[in-house]
Nanobody
Framework: QVQLVESGGGLVQAGGSLRLSCAASGRTFSSYGMAWFRQAPGKEREFVAAISWSGGSTYYADSVKGRFTISRDNAENTVYLQMNSLKPEDTAVYYC???????????WGQGTQVTVSS
């Protein structure tokens, strides 16, 4: 059983920055990949970024490439999402998810709200 707890969301003006954190329970954090998703009101959940177990590989949605950076600290069982140059369209609830290496993500956090004002 893995618990994921996001933090770091809030209200920020367009052009500002936020750093989201996702703390994971358990001893096997360094053995699996992690990802961030987001869901805006009235829209489907969408992929934002992912990182491999070692941190050596990262992947981004085109909409955030060059503005967001995913990273992880395996010693702290935490994955981060640094968000710069935020836009109003980045407003959403952001979720972290555990990637067991199969076709789907098996654990999700409760989400943290990010609101970007224009």
């Amino acid at each position: 059983q893995v618990q994921l707890v996001e933090s770091g969301g809030g209200l920020v003006q367009a052009g500002g920055s936020l750093r989201l954190s996702c703390a994971a329970s358990g001893r096997t954090f360094s053995s699996y990949g992690m990802a961030w998703f987001r869901q805006a009101p009235g829209k489907e959940r969408e992929f934002v970024a992912a990182i491999s177990w070692s941190g050596g590989s990262t992947y981004y949605a085109d909409s955030v490439k060059g503005r967001f950076t995913i990273s992880r600290d395996n010693a702290e069982n935490t994955v981060y999402l640094q968000m710069n140059s935020l836009k109003p369209e980045d407003t959403a609830v952001y979720y972290c998810a555990k990637d067991p290496g199969t076709a789907s993500y098996d654990y999700w956090g409760q989400g943290t709200q990010v609101t970007v004002s224009s």
